[in-house]
């Protein structure tokens, strides 16, 4: 076998480099694929990682003329689906075909919910610096809430709340610009 | 426990299950609403878009965030206390890149575990779904006389036979390897990294993922380890040379003979007869090709350039957009009808610049629901005639935009590619709501995406009729049962504005998704021999 692998390593270098290309330029759609079922971003990030996994192991199956994202979202819905059947909070949510729904759902709403959300920067930047640094903190940062609580002497329902109101005054700033955009 | 909605308490819920701390009852609630409420459905999706935009889209975060900042309460809450202003100390600015590392760590172990020998020799991905079977395209040509139909710049191609009769043409696989072959040449495509080549001379070079591309030549196999090699076939004879890296040779499962960077071997009957040094310049033809290809894209640029001159001074010509002056500063298309300017440029919105036809020709790309090409144009008409190229990436609406009047407007017309590759131009009647519907058969098919195409459509009021073209030729002839006078005013390339809704639903969303590189209008039909010559004009080989 040795003789007919001369450069082992260059080539799995190669394809290890090839399938970080894809992976990393799909990486945001397979997570916002798998957070229409499972929100929580942490459970979420664990599920994406679980499917990197996956795909790297069946990389020598993917046909490269073929887009990369539906390929790898196959295999989230499977870790997914594994998922929600370890934990039983997720199955009372997505039981009964709801999950197959809402991918449903989502995919033919996607234009739409792409339109609005070309004005979320936008509608960021318009956001008080507090309010703003507040979802930077959570978003971004990844800023542990209950740290957070305790340097701010609030509580983490307090917290949470307010990131809930946030994301109101985003909801509400970016449809009234699409809207414009329209009309 | 029950929700309803709209309600407070169906906020919440949402809020919760984004921050993970939603109970199992308020989980059993929530697929209650969701399942029978379509409303709830369609606004839960959009908060869970919202909140997986903010966690997973970084650029919206670029600018740096203050160091200490305040958390003072957002409006419809508590009077700010003093104790609402907070200061996080100096958190540290830390993007994820935790991930990647883990990732990048994963894949190498994982990549133990599977086992070298299986990445090496990737086998040929099975084709899964709808999908062509193409495993090649090709990539450009210079003199190309085909023993064949001939093959278009861009073309994807099936497994199967090239046959070249003289010329020079170059194939770029699936798998990443190139191929330029000289005719008179034989080329075997069999899969996106199998090749087989009896007769002729050609070139291959092939980047490292696609390393293990085999080409049969003669009685060799020839597996390529990442490198350039040439390959000159007779029946009877078979050189390899190898200009870069090392290829092995494998003679019918017999023997195997590795072949070094700058060595040649030379087969006759089945065995290696000699082995000498590579001889590049026997493959110079080859080499040059690239800068040949070029010279010859130049030439054909030039001709339609040169065509174009004299078409401008057609009086039934409304509209030329040869998307040749992209004003970057006023982002306007100027329109050179020389004799007409009723219509003095048209308005891009959003859209990417891009490759034309050819390497000196612009374009626009057309991909989001915002990109579109605007213009109005007052006049009516006895007879039209739109004339587009057009390279479209992918059929991804229901209805794919290509020429759209606003709205449904009387005497207007839509021309647009439905999803499954049918030609469809409306034409609407006097009477709200009367419209007439003509549909060639699908010919927008898989393999025409990414290649530049010559679309017509000919609205014909003294005769008429309606008649689409692609590439110069008939695709659909119909009766046309609404009477002149049609007309366009405030129209759209690329694109449409419904105007009827105030908030687009995903069916009115019709924005094309590929490129547009020249428009004309005529007010005239013109005839079938005239459309012929107007793609011959401009035709990109």
Same mark, same amino acid.
């Given at each position: 076998?040795?003789?007919?692998?001369?450069?082992?390593?260059?080539?799995?270098?190669?394809?290890?480099?090839?399938?970080?290309?894809?992976? =990393?330029?799909?990486?945001?759609?397979?997570?916002?694929?798998?957070?229409?079922?499972?929100?929580?971003?942490?459970?979420?990030?664990?599920?994406?990682?679980?499917?990197?996994?996956?795909?790297?192991?069946?990389?020598?199956?993917?046909?490269?003329?073929?887009?990369?994202?539906?390929?790898?979202?196959?295999?989230?819905?499977?870790?997914?689906?594994?998922?929600?059947?370890?934990?039983?909070?997720?199955?009372?949510?997505?039981?009964?075909? =709801?999950?197959?729904?809402?991918?449903?759902?989502?995919?033919?709403?996607?234009?739409?919910?792409?339109?609005?959300?070309?004005? =979320?920067?936008?509608?960021?930047?318009?956001?008080?610096?507090?309010?703003?640094?507040?979802?930077?903190?959570?978003?971004?940062?990844?800023?542990?809430?209950?740290?957070?609580?305790?340097?701010?002497?609030?509580?983490?329902?307090? =917290?949470?709340?307010?990131?809930?109101?946030?994301?109101?005054?985003?909801?509400?700033?970016?449809?009234?610009?699409?809207?414009?955009?329209?009309? | 426990?029950?929700?309803?909605?709209?309600? $407070?308490?169906?906020?919440?819920?949402?809020? *919760?299950?984004? %921050?993970?701390?939603?109970?199992?009852?308020?989980?059993?609630?929530?697929?209650?609403?969701?399942?029978?409420?379509? &409303?709830?459905?369609?606004?839960?999706?959009?908060?869970?878009?919202? %909140?997986?935009?903010?966690?997973?889209?970084?650029?919206?975060?670029?600018?740096?965030?203050?160091?200490?900042?305040?958390?003072?309460?957002?409006?419809?809450?508590? #009077?700010?206390?003093?104790?609402?202003?907070?200061?996080?100390?100096?958190?540290?600015?830390?993007?994820?890149?935790?991930?990647?590392?883990?990732? *990048?760590?994963?894949?190498?172990?994982?990549?133990?575990?599977?086992?070298?020998?299986?990445?090496?020799?990737?086998?040929? *991905?099975?084709?899964?779904?709808?999908?062509?079977?193409?495993?090649?395209?090709?990539?450009?040509?210079?003199? *190309?006389?085909?023993? /064949?139909?001939?093959?278009?710049?861009?073309?994807?191609?099936?497994?199967?036979?090239?046959? @070249?009769?003289?010329?020079?043409?170059?194939?770029?696989?699936?798998?990443?390897?190139?191929?330029?072959?000289?005719?008179?040449?034989?080329?075997?495509?069999?899969?996106?990294?199998?090749?087989?080549?009896?007769?002729?001379?050609?070139?291959?070079?092939?980047?490292?993922?696609?390393?293990?591309?085999?080409?049969?030549?003669?009685?060799?196999?020839?597996?390529?380890?990442?490198?350039?090699?040439?390959?000159?076939?007779?029946?009877?004879?078979?050189?390899?040379?190898?200009?870069?890296?090392?290829?092995?040779?494998?003679?019918?499962?017999?023997?195997?003979?590795? @072949?070094?960077?700058?060595?040649?071997?030379?087969?006759?009957?089945?065995?290696?007869?000699?082995?000498?040094?590579?001889?590049?310049?026997?493959?110079?033809?080859?080499?040059?090709?690239?800068?040949?290809?070029?010279?010859?894209?130049?030439?054909?640029?030039?001709?339609?350039?040169?065509?174009?001159?004299?078409?401008n001074q057609d009086p039934s010509l409304i509209v030329h957009l040869e998307f040749q002056d992209l004003d970057p500063a006023t982002w306007t298309l100027r329109n050179s009808a020389e004799h007409n300017r009723s219509v003095p440029t048209a308005t891009i919105v959003g859209c990417q610049r891009a490759e034309g036809r050819w390497p000196e020709k612009h374009a626009l790309e057309f %991909?989001?629901?915002?990109?579109? +090409?605007?213009?109005?144009?007052?006049?009516?008409?006895?007879?039209?005639?739109?004339?587009?190229?057009?390279?479209?990436?992918?059929?991804?609406?229901?209805?794919?935009?290509?020429?759209?009047?606003?709205?449904?407007? $009387?005497?207007?017309? %839509?021309?647009?590619?439905? /999803?499954?590759?049918?030609?469809?131009? !409306?034409?609407?009647? #006097? &009477?709200?709501? !009367?419209?007439?519907?003509?549909?060639?058969?699908?010919?927008?098919?898989?393999?025409?995406?990414?290649?530049?195409?010559?679309?017509?459509?000919? +609205?014909?009021?003294?005769?008429?009729?309606?008649?689409?073209?692609?590439?110069?030729?008939?695709?659909?002839?119909?009766?046309?049962?609404? #009477? #002149?006078?049609?007309?366009?005013?405030?129209?759209?390339?690329?694109?449409?504005?419904?105007?009827?809704? $105030?908030?687009?639903?995903?069916?009115?969303?019709?924005? @094309?998704?590929?490129?547009?590189?020249?428009?004309?209008?005529?007010?005239?039909?013109?005839?079938?021999?005239?459309?012929?010559?107007?793609?011959?004009?401009?035709? $990109?080989?």
């Amino acid at each position: 076998m040795a003789s007919e692998c001369p450069r082992p390593l260059d080539g799995s270098s190669a394809a290890q480099q090839r399938f970080l290309t894809l992976f =990393l330029r799909s990486e945001r759609e397979i997570f916002r694929y798998v957070a229409a079922m499972v929100p929580n971003v942490t459970e979420a990030e664990d599920i994406v990682q679980e499917t990197a996994l996956a795909l790297w192991e069946k990389f020598d199956s993917y046909d490269p003329s073929q887009p990369f994202t539906p390929w790898a979202c196959r295999f989230a819905l499977n870790k997914t689906r594994q998922w929600i059947e370890r934990r039983r909070r997720w199955q009372k949510l997505l039981e009964n075909g =709801l999950a197959e729904e809402l991918l449903h759902r989502r995919q033919e709403l996607q234009p739409e919910f792409d339109a609005r959300l070309r004005h =979320l920067e936008t509608c960021l930047k318009k956001l008080p610096a507090s309010h703003r640094s507040l979802i930077e903190a959570y978003y971004y940062e990844r800023t542990d809430m209950a740290s957070l609580a305790e340097r701010s002497g609030k509580t983490v329902a307090a =917290l949470y709340k307010m990131l809930q109101r946030i994301r109101q005054a985003l909801q509400g700033c970016v449809e009234r610009q699409a809207h414009q955009e329209v009309a | 426990m029950k929700v309803i909605y709209p309600s $407070p308490e169906f906020d919440d819920m949402v809020a *919760a299950v984004c %921050h993970g701390s939603a109970t199992d009852a308020e989980m059993e609630a929530l697929n209650e609403l969701l399942r029978k409420d379509p &409303r709830a459905m369609d606004e839960y999706l959009w908060r869970l878009e919202l %909140h997986s935009r903010l966690a997973s889209d970084a650029d919206l975060f670029t600018q740096s965030a203050p160091q200490t900042a305040d958390y003072s309460i957002p409006e419809k809450s508590a #009077p700010a206390a003093p104790d609402n202003i907070v200061s996080i100390g100096s958190t540290p600015w830390t993007p994820r890149k935790a991930w990647l590392t883990t990732l *990048a760590l994963a894949a190498s172990l994982a990549l133990l575990a599977i086992g070298i020998a299986r990445i090496w020799q990737r086998p040929n *991905a099975p084709q899964t779904g709808v999908t062509s079977t193409a495993v090649a395209m090709l990539a450009r040509s210079v003199d *190309a006389d085909w023993a /064949h139909a001939p093959v278009r710049e861009g073309s994807a191609l099936e497994p199967g036979w090239l046959r @070249l009769k003289s010329g020079l043409a170059q194939i770029i696989f699936y798998s990443g390897a190139r191929v330029v072959i000289e005719g008179p040449a034989e080329l075997q495509l069999i899969s996106q990294s199998e090749a087989a080549c009896p007769a002729g001379r050609l070139l291959a070079e092939v980047p490292p993922p696609a390393q293990g591309f085999r080409l049969k030549a003669g009685p060799l196999d020839v597996v390529d380890l990442g490198t350039s090699f040439g390959v000159a076939a007779t029946p009877a004879r078979t050189e390899v040379h190898v200009f870069a890296g090392k290829v092995e040779l494998i003679a019918d499962g017999a023997w195997k003979q590795s @072949l070094n960077e700058n060595q040649a071997a030379i087969l006759e009957g089945g065995v290696i007869s000699r082995l000498e040094e590579a001889n590049p310049l026997a493959f110079a033809s080859l080499f040059e090709f690239q800068q040949r290809s070029r010279t010859s894209m130049t030439l054909r640029y030039e001709q339609w350039q040169l065509a174009n001159a004299k078409l401008n001074q057609d009086p039934s010509l409304i509209v030329h957009l040869e998307f040749q002056d992209l004003d970057p500063a006023t982002w306007t298309l100027r329109n050179s009808a020389e004799h007409n300017r009723s219509v003095p440029t048209a308005t891009i919105v959003g859209c990417q610049r891009a490759e034309g036809r050819w390497p000196e020709k612009h374009a626009l790309e057309f %991909h989001t629901v915002n990109d579109r +090409v605007r213009m109005m144009v007052p006049d009516e008409f006895e007879s039209l005639t739109l004339s587009l190229w057009v390279c479209v990436k992918g059929l991804d609406r229901q209805f794919n935009s290509l020429v759209m009047c606003d709205g449904f407007e $009387p005497g207007t017309v %839509h021309w647009l590619i439905r /999803h499954d590759g049918v030609l469809g131009l !409306t034409v609407f009647g #006097p &009477r709200t709501g !009367t419209l007439q519907i003509s549909a060639s058969p699908p010919v927008l098919t898989l393999d025409k995406l990414g290649t530049w195409l010559h679309l017509v459509a000919v +609205v014909d009021g003294q005769d008429r009729q309606v008649v689409q073209y692609v590439n110069g030729e008939p695709v659909g002839r119909e009766t046309l049962k609404i #009477p #002149p006078p049609y007309r366009l005013g405030p129209t759209e390339l690329g694109n449409w504005n419904a105007k009827s809704s $105030p908030l687009p639903g995903p069916e009115l969303v019709r924005n @094309l998704s590929g490129s547009v590189d020249e428009f004309e209008l005529f007010n005239r039909a013109l005839n079938d021999a005239e459309v012929r010559e107007l793609y011959l004009k401009g035709r $990109p080989d």
